[in-house]
Nanobody, 126 residues
Framework: EVQLVESGGSLVQAGGSLTLSCAAS????????IDWFRQAPGKEREGVVC????????YYADSVKGRFTSSRNNANNTAYLQMNNLKAEDTAVYYC???????????????????WGQGTPVTVSS
């Protein structure tokens, strides 16, 4: 069974930090790029972090650049999203997705990805 499980979301105050985890099982983790998306109430799911197909470099959406950092540990099949200086507008359900191809010219639209975690909610109070 292919499964991604996000964890780490919680209620935090503006300016605080959180680390989200994405644990993968049932797939060859090292053969997939792990992208991060978020969806706020009433809004479309949007990519916030994705990995370039050409060189493996990380793309960050302008809204999170300089505040969020992605990483991965292939030894334990887990990806991480470190979020610093959180803002109220970061409030959303955060999802990780397994991407077999990697990004081209920005993050892919969510409809092109098939393997998702269940999401973990992040609420930033101010």
């Amino acid at each position: 069974e292919v499964q991604l499980v996000e964890s780490g979301g919680s209620l935090v105050q503006a300016g605080g930090s959180l680390t989200l985890s994405c644990a993968a099982s049932g797939l060859p983790f090292d053969e997939y790029f792990i992208d991060w998306f978020r969806q706020a109430p009433g809004k479309e799911r949007e990519g916030v972090v994705c990995i370039s197909a050409s060189d493996g470099s990380t793309y960050y959406a302008d809204s999170v650049k300089g505040r969020f950092t992605s990483s991965r540990n292939n030894a334990n099949n887990t990806a991480y999203l470190q979020m610093n200086n959180l803002k109220a507008e970061d409030t959303a359900v955060y999802y990780c997705a397994a991407d077999p191809l990697g990004a081209r010219d920005g993050c892919p639209h969510y409809r092109w990805l098939d393997i998702w975690g269940q999401g973990t909610p992040v609420t930033v109070s101010s």
